[in-house]
């Protein structure tokens, strides 16, 4: 299982540590359904979710971000001055200016990197952990901080049935370093949207500022439409990402996909035909579908119960808004 990930020649990349933020404050299904018409029993069945986390409202991204950034950095080992680039992912950071990258970098105590954040919806890790990876690879930068964080506890209405039960909050953190052997795959990345609608905002800033009587702006999502193209496209998607490094499912440790839904993470694990030996990362249980930090905070749950070890092949793949999508083989760093 020793595989080596295929790739071009020259300096290469890898996830030299992880570190992650779960808020403190467990929300049970019974809780959320207070709100919306529905049951513990059918969000388990539909989705593999028990419990998540929601952090308290002055608990942002950004503070999640940092939590998470300092306990990547204590991993990593790598000085906060050390870092020249932060890239948050995110879609739940409340204000459009400034990026949050920026106040996150400064409050590391970094010495002034470049700073900034991708929206790529639940894609969002994949996503930044591709340009981290061609950023150390192209020279332009020595150690990279990608974060994934969300705050859906403050952009999903409690009222609505449809996406109250599964998103949820959280953070996770990795620093990007050079390496020798290539410990990051090249990435498979794309977006489709002409379904743009099926995860979106209600209203946007313009109409909620301009027109009288207009509800503040909630995610909305079409749940069956994401579901149906997760589950055709996205095996699809997983197959390219191993094909383009060289990798078979025998070779695979572990499968960490985007935690959307538990029944999309067995359908895809089931088209990708995987050996028994594959660990599949299962995390929405105890935590939702916290979106762009799914796939770090993922990672660390196999990381901390042993399912999984530093160094070992993974795939990760993420999906979501836009529609969007990316995914990499990766070797995993240590917590
Ligand atoms: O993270 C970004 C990417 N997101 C995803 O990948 C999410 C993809 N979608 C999903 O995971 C699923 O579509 C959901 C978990 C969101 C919904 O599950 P579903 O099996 O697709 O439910 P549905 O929308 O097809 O609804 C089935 C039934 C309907 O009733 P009828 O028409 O069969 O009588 C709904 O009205 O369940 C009803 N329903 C609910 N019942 C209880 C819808 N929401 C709820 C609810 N509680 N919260």
């Given at each position: 299982?020793?595989?080596?990930?295929?790739?071009?020649?020259?300096?290469?990349?890898?996830?030299?540590?992880?570190?992650?933020?779960?808020?403190?404050?467990?929300?049970?299904?019974?809780?959320?359904?207070?709100?919306?018409?529905?049951?513990?029993?059918?969000?388990?069945?539909?989705?593999?979710?028990?419990?998540?986390?929601?952090?308290?409202?002055?608990?942002?991204?950004?503070?999640?971000?940092?939590?998470?950034?300092?306990?990547?950095?204590?991993?990593?080992?790598?000085?906060?001055?050390?870092?020249?680039?932060?890239?948050?992912?995110?879609?739940?950071?409340?204000?459009?200016?400034?990026?949050?990258?920026?106040?996150?970098?400064?409050?590391?105590?970094?010495?002034?990197?470049?700073?900034?954040?991708?929206?790529?919806?639940?894609?969002?890790?994949?996503?930044?952990?591709?340009?981290?990876?061609?950023?150390?690879?192209?020279?332009?930068?020595?150690?990279?901080?990608?974060?994934?964080?969300?705050?859906?506890?403050?952009?999903?209405?409690?009222?609505?049935?449809?996406?109250?039960?599964?998103?949820?909050?959280?953070?996770?953190?990795?620093?990007?370093?050079?390496?020798?052997?290539?410990?990051?795959?090249?990435?498979?990345?794309?977006?489709?949207?002409?379904?743009?609608?099926?995860?979106?905002?209600?209203?946007?800033?313009?109409?909620?500022?301009?027109?009288?009587?207009?509800?503040?702006?909630?995610?909305?999502?079409?749940?069956?439409?994401?579901f149906r193209?997760a589950a055709f496209?996205m095996g699809?998607?997983a197959?390219?990402?191993?094909?383009?490094?060289?990798?078979?499912?025998?070779?695979?440790?572990?499968?960490?996909p985007?935690?959307a839904n538990s029944r999309i993470t067995e359908l895809l694990a089931r088209s990708l035909?995987?050996?028994?030996?594959?660990?599949v990362?299962?995390?929405?249980?105890?935590?939702?579908?916290?979106?762009?930090?799914?796939?770090?905070?993922?990672?660390?749950?196999?990381?901390?119960?042993?399912?999984?070890?530093?160094?070992?092949?993974?795939?990760?793949?993420?999906?979501?808004?836009?529609?969007?999508?990316?995914?990499?083989?990766?070797?995993?760093?240590?917590?």
């Amino acid at each position: 299982m020793g595989a080596s990930i295929s790739t071009t020649q020259g300096r290469q990349s890898k996830m030299l540590g992880l570190g992650v933020h779960r808020p403190e404050r467990v929300v049970t299904n019974d809780e959320i359904c207070e709100f919306i018409d529905s049951s513990d029993e059918w969000i388990q069945t539909r989705s593999g979710i028990k419990n998540r986390r929601f952090t308290k409202p002055e608990q942002n991204v950004v503070y999640m971000s940092i939590e998470a950034g300092r306990k990547a950095l204590e991993a990593s080992g790598v000085a906060a001055e050390q870092i020249d680039t932060v890239i948050v992912a995110t879609s739940t950071h409340l204000e459009q200016t400034p990026q949050a990258a920026a106040k996150v970098a400064h409050a590391l105590g970094t010495n002034g990197p470049a700073a900034f954040d991708i929206g790529a919806g639940c894609a969002g890790f994949c996503y930044a952990l591709a340009v981290a990876s061609d950023l150390v690879k192209a020279g332009t930068s020595r150690h990279v901080l990608v974060i994934g964080a969300e705050q859906l506890s403050e952009t999903t209405d409690p009222y609505d049935r449809t996406t109250r039960f599964i998103f949820a909050d959280g953070a996770g953190a990795v620093v990007v370093g050079q390496s020798d052997e290539t410990e990051i795959g090249p990435a498979v990345w794309g977006s489709d949207g002409s379904q743009a609608d099926a995860i979106y905002q209600t209203v946007d800033w313009y109409d909620y500022i301009m027109k009288e009587g207009i509800e503040r702006p909630w995610i909305k999502m079409n749940g069956i439409s994401v579901f149906r193209w997760a589950a055709f496209e996205m095996g699809k998607a997983a197959q390219k990402v191993l094909d383009v490094a060289g990798i078979k499912t025998d070779e695979l440790h572990a499968f960490v996909p985007h935690q959307a839904n538990s029944r999309i993470t067995e359908l895809l694990a089931r088209s990708l035909n995987l050996n028994e030996e594959t660990t599949v990362a299962n995390d929405i249980a105890e935590t939702g579908n916290t979106s762009a930090a799914s796939i770090p905070l993922a990672m660390e749950e196999l990381l901390r119960t042993g399912k999984a070890k530093p160094g070992d092949t993974a795939l990760l793949l993420a999906f979501g808004a836009g529609l969007s999508y990316a995914g990499q083989v990766v070797k995993l760093p240590t917590l």
